[in-house]
């Protein structure tokens, strides 16, 4: 028996007849299945970074409740049940596995070529909060703490700064003056948190489009990769699809001249989320709207930035410097973002009325 036969045998699935690697995530590792005549979706999850799996399974079950009761007509693509009704079988002792439906007719997209595109993910993006803007956000589990607490991970940044090799230091140096040039950022992060000013929500926190489901007319469908829903803020989501759609060239570029930002994108990823959270949103969120792709750009930036000063122990590396090139790109990214804040702000006053000052 192979390790694949065992997995889908705790799922009562018998035989398969084709497998093979789906998506680009970092973290875990995905495949695309048929068995039986049925299409699959099975994945891996990452142990060393989801140390408690089991609050996946309980968070989404609990959503997955909520919405058949409330929105029953949300398309909500849950883990199936294994023969003991577990949403997640551990093999081997160590690796933990859950299984999904293929939705039929789906298709994922690995970088946003078409404003459509960012719209059509923004707003799935803004519906999935919608839907859940009631559900008791504090009833769910922290499935990786601190996710996107900036003040921590510019903790983790300045200890990894610490403890660098020194040639690592060196190659990083630029970097890492630039992170330190930012870093008001994360006293703006820390005032916002420490004050309260916008509400903790359900939060998909990982927005990036290969995470949404369209049809082939490239309508959105629905949103997957549900392993960092827990509570937090909407700058998450708005946020981590400025940085993952506005750019002309994707985080692993390294040609860097190419990161540059597509306006027409910008207006599709408001007017997508906005045409479901607008009505939803409150005025400090709004007001923080902007500042939502700054925060996340530079922590993305910060996290590839301590990576590479700690020997690429969680992204890993496919060369060498590959979590500086990344850092690179995004800091070019976050220079290019700010130098168009004056151009997105009077966008977002057009599209919500001047509801409010937009903070830059
Ligand atoms: C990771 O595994 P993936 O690609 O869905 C990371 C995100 C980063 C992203 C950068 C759990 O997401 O936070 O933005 O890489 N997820 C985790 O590509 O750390
Ligand atoms: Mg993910």
């Keep these: 028996m192979n390790l694949l036969t065992d997995i889908l045998s705790l799922f009562g699935l018998e035989t398969e007849s084709s497998v093979q690697s789906f998506g680009s995530g970092l973290i875990n590792h995905t495949f695309k299945l048929s068995c039986n005549g049925k299409e699959y979706i099975l994945q891996q999850i990452n142990s060393n970074v989801f140390k408690s799996p ?5 968070n989404l079950s609990l959503i997955q409740a909520y919405l058949n009761q409330n929105f029953p007509e949300y398309l909500f693509i849950g883990p199936l049940p294994s023969i003991k009704n577990e949403f997640m079988v551990l093999v081997g002792g160590i690796n933990y596995y859950r299984l999904f439906p293929f939705v039929s007719g789906s298709e994922t997209i690995n970088f946003v070529n078409k404003p459509k595109e960012a719209f059509e993910a923004a707003k799935q993006f803004g519906k999935f909060s919608k839907v859940l803007k009631d559900f008791e956000w504090s009833s769910l589990r922290y499935t ?5 607490n900036l003040d921590l991970r510019f903790k983790q940044f300045t200890a990894s700064v610490a403890s660098a090799d020194p040639d690592k230091a060196l190659l990083a140096a630029t970097e890492v003056n630039v992170a330190y040039e930012h870093s008001h950022l994360v006293k703006t992060y ?10 903790l929500r359900v939060v998909h926190h990982d927005t990036k489009i290969s995470n949404v489901l369209f049809d082939n007319e490239l309508n959105g469908l629905c949103v997957i990769d549900l ?3 827990m509570p937090g803020y909407f ?9 993952t759609y506005l750019s ?5 570029e390294t040609d860097i001249s190419k990161v540059s930002i597509r306006e027409e994108v910008f207006i599709a990823i408001c007017e997508g989320y906005l045409s479901e959270m607008r009505d939803i949103l409150t005025t400090r969120e709004i007001h923080y709207f902007i500042l939502a792709g700054e925060l996340m750009i530079y922590m993305q930036a910060i996290r590839f930035l301590t990576d590479f000063l700690n020997n690429d122990i969680y992204y890993g590396s496919k060369y060498p410097g590959h ?4 850092a690179k790109n995004q800091f070019k990214l976050l220079e290019e973002y700010i130098s168009h804040k004056r151009r997105f702000i009077e966008i977002i006053a057009a599209l919500t009325n001047n509801k409010t000052a937009i903070n830059v």
């Design 54 to 58: 089991e609050r996946i399974a309980y």
């Design 144 to 148: 990786l703490a601190d996710f996107h």
């Design 190 to 199: 820390n005032n916002i948190v420490l004050h309260e000013e916008i509400p």
């Design 227 to 229: 392993d960092t829903v």
């Design 235 to 243: 700058f998450s989501d708005v946020g981590d699809m400025m940085r």
């Design 248 to 252: 002309a060239a994707n985080e692993e």
């Design 323 to 326: 979590n500086l090139t990344r």
